[in-house]
């Protein structure tokens, strides 16, 4: 029973099974890093669609924050020029009354 197992297992044989075998995980390692690549590319190009989209939310608001106060500041300058004239307005008629 062992000498037809012998004669089939010969030197050669062994030799093309381990390169058939080699040659099969080979492949399933490419197959499998290929669909991995795709994945991740897919992953990133999801995260970068995602990243852009909050970036320009993002720069909106900062906009409208910026635009608010420069309003207020403008504002407040205002009101403080205006309170400064009336003070001018108002020491120069003291200095009139007392002149």
Known sequence: MIGWYTELMNDDVIADLKQFISTTVSQQGQ???????????AVDE???????????????R????????????????ETAGEQ??????????????TA
């Open 46 to 60: 999801k995260l970068s669609t995602r990243i852009d989209s909050v970036e320009e939310k993002l720069t909106q």
């Open 31 to 41: 197959q499998l890093e290929d669909r991995l690549t795709a994945r991740i590319d």
């Open 84 to 97: 400064l004239r009336n003070h001018e307005r108002r020491i120069t008629k003291l200095e009139q009354a």
């Open 62 to 77: 900062i906009d409208d924050l910026t635009a608010f106060v420069t309003e207020a500041l403008d504002t407040a300058n």
